[in-house]
C-alpha cells in the first residue's frame, strides 16, 4: 500500500568544482615553519633542488632567474650568486630578491615563502647588510639532525651576520670548511650547493662534540657573554614577529623608544647611554627603522630584553638602576689588544709557508681586530702579506686555468673518440661548468683543439 507523504531525497551540487591550479614543482613543505629555527629561504631552494633531483644551479639558471627579465644576463647571473645571502634578506615586490620569492611560490603554490625571509622584520628594523656575506653553520647542529635522520637545513637566524654561536648548543658557528685541503668559504647559493655540505670539495660539515669544545663554552668570556645575549634575543625577535603583525610590533617599538628617549633626556650619564641618547634621538627625528645592532645595544645597556623591548610596554621593565654611568654590563668593556702577541702572530703567519695563504681581512677576522687598525699598526707587515695574498690568488688562478683546460681536452678527445662532435655546450656540460665558455680564452683554447683534431681550420 502507498503512503501518502512524499520521499525527500539528499540535494546533489551538478556545478563544475573549481580546480585548483597545479604546481610546476613540489610544494614543499618549509622547515620550522611559526619557530624561531624556521628554514631560510635559500635552504628551501637547495631542498627542493634535492627534491627534483637537479643541481641547485640548474634549478636557479633553468627555473627562476629566465622568469626575472631584468636580471636575465650572465652578469647579473654572476650577481646573484655573489650576493646571495640578501635573497635572505627581503621579499618585497620592488627587488629581484623579493621577486624570487613570488616565483617560488608561484611554481610551488604555496603563500608562505616570505616568512623564510627577513622581510618580516622590514617596517621596524634596517634590512641594510643585515646578512651575513657566507654560509654560517653549527656543526654540531648537522651531525644531531643526521644521526636523528631528520631533513638537513640551515636556519634563518643563521643567516643573520651579528649571530656568533649556536643557540641551541653555545657553540661558535663556522664559517669555512672543516676539510684542511679545502679550507674555503661558502656562498649562500651555488651551483653545487648542498644543505650539509661544503659547495667546493663536497664534505660532510658536522662534527661531534668535543671535549675541548665543552671547556671553551664553561669559561665564557665578555665577548662570548655578548654573542650569547645576541642569539637568546634574536630567538625572542624571531618567535615574536612570526606570532605579531609588523605593524603592531612597530607601534610598540616607537612608544617604548619614545619613553626611553624621555626618561634619559636630562641625566648627565655614561658613554654608552649618550650613544643610545643619539640612536633614538635620530629615531625619533628621522622615523627611520633601527638597525638590528643598534636595537641590541640599546637592550644591553639597559638590561632589557628583545622581548620586552618590542612585545610590552617598557615602563613594566625594571631597568631604573641599570644604566648609571658605571653600571655597564661587563661584556660592553672595551677589550685589552696584546699588540705583541698581535705583532708574533702576523710574523709567524709570514714565517710559515702553507697550502693556503690567508688574506689580511681574514687575518683581521680571526684575531678579532680591524683591518685598519692592522694598517696603521703594522704597516710593514701589513704590505708584506697583502703581497703574498696577491702572488697566491695570482698563482691559483693560473694553476685552475690550467686544471680547466685540461678537463676540456680530456672531454673533448673522449667526445671524439666515441664519434660525438664535441661542441662547446657539450664539453662545458661534460665537465659541469656550462658558463665556462664565455670566458674568452676558454673559448679560444676549445677552438684551438678542434683545430687539433680536424674538425676546423687555422683560418676560421
Known amino acids: 500500500m502507498l503512503s501518502g507523504t512524499s520521499s525527500i531525497y539528499e540535494s546533489w551540487d551538478i556545478s563544475i568544482p573549481q580546480i585548483t591550479k597545479p604546481s610546476m614543482f613540489y610544494s614543499l613543505e618549509p622547515i620550522g615553519l611559526g619557530t624561531p629555527y624556521v628554514e631560510s629561504l635559500t635552504s628551501y631552494i637547495c631542498r627542493l633542488a634535492e627534491a627534483h633531483s637537479v643541481r641547485t644551479g640548474t634549478l636557479v639558471l633553468e627555473e627562476i632567474i629566465p622568469r626575472i627579465q631584468k636580471y636575465n644576463s650572465v652578469r647579473n647571473r654572476k650577481a646573484l650568486y655573489r650576493n646571495s645571502g640578501a635573497i635572505n634578506n627581503c621579499g618585497d615586490e620592488e627587488s629581484y630578491k623579493g621577486s624570487i620569492v613570488m616565483i617560488l611560490e608561484d611554481l610551488c603554490q604555496r603563500k608562505d615563502l616570505s616568512l623564510l625571509t627577513m622581510s618580516i622584520w622590514r617596517s621596524y628594523i634596517s634590512l641594510s647588510w643585515l646578512h651575513s656575506t657566507n654560509r654560517k653553520w653549527c656543526p654540531v647542529c648537522f651531525e644531531e639532525w643526521r644521526k636523528m635522520r631528520a631533513p638537513i637545513y640551515e636556519p634563518l637566524i643563521w643567516k643573520i651576520k651579528c649571530l656568533k654561536i649556536c643557540p641551541i648548543h653555545n657553540t661558535l658557528l663556522v664559517e669555512r670548511c672543516t676539510n684542511k685541503k679545502c679550507n674555503k668559504t661558502n656562498k649562500h647559493l651555488g651551483g653545487n650547493l648542498n644543505n650539509g655540505f661544503c659547495e667546493h670539495c663536497n664534505k660532510w660539515l658536522g662534527i661531534e662534540p668535543d671535549d675541548d669544545l665543552e671547556r671553551r663554552n664553561l669559561n665564557l668570556d665578555d665577548e662570548f657573554k655578548y654573542y650569547e645575549f645576541i642569539s637568546l634575543n634574536l630567538i625572542d625577535l624571531l618567535t615574536i614577529s612570526q606570532m605579531q603583525s609588523g605593524e603592531q610590533i612597530k607601534k610598540t617599538l616607537h612608544r617604548n623608544i619614545i619613553y626611553l628617549k624621555e626618561k634619559i633626556k636630562n641625566k648627565n650619564l655614561g658613554q654608552e647611554i649618550r650613544k643610545v641618547r643619539a640612536i633614538l634621538n635620530n629615531y625619533v627625528s628621522s622615523r627611520s627603522t633601527l638597525s638590528i645592532e643598534s636595537l641590541f645595544f640599546v637592550c644591553s645597556v639597559f638590561g632589557i630584553t628583545m622581548n620586552e623591548f618590542i612585545n610590552q610596554k617598557i615602563e613594566k621593565a625594571n631597568f631604573s638602576k641599570k644604566y648609571e654611568a658605571k653600571g655597564q654590563k661587563e661584556f660592553i668593556k672595551k677589550r685589552k689588544i696584546d699588540w705583541k702577541s698581535v705583532e708574533n702572530t702576523l710574523e709567524h703567519i709570514l714565517s710559515v709557508k702553507s697550502d693556503h695563504v690567508p688574506s689580511l681581512k681574514q687575518i683581521s677576522k680571526d684575531i678579532g681586530i680591524d683591518i685598519a687598525m692592522l694598517r696603521d699598526k703594522y704597516p710593514g707587515l701589513s704590505r708584506e702579506i697583502s703581497k703574498n695574498y696577491l702572488r697566491y690568488k695570482k698563482s691559483m688562478n693560473i694553476e685552475n686555468k690550467n686544471n680547466t683546460k685540461n678537463k676540456l681536452q680530456e672531454a ?38 678542434l683545430c687539433n683534431l680536424g674538425y676546423m681550420s687555422e683560418d676560421r
Not at 655546450?425 to 676549445?446: F, S, T
Open 412 to 449: 673533448m678527445i673522449i667526445l671524439h673518440q666515441s664519434g660525438v662532435y664535441p661542441s662547446a655546450n657539450r664539453v662545458a656540460n661534460e665537465i659541469g661548468r656550462p658558463a665556462i665558455m664565455l670566458q674568452k680564452e676558454m673559448y679560444n683554447y676549445w677552438k684551438s683543439l
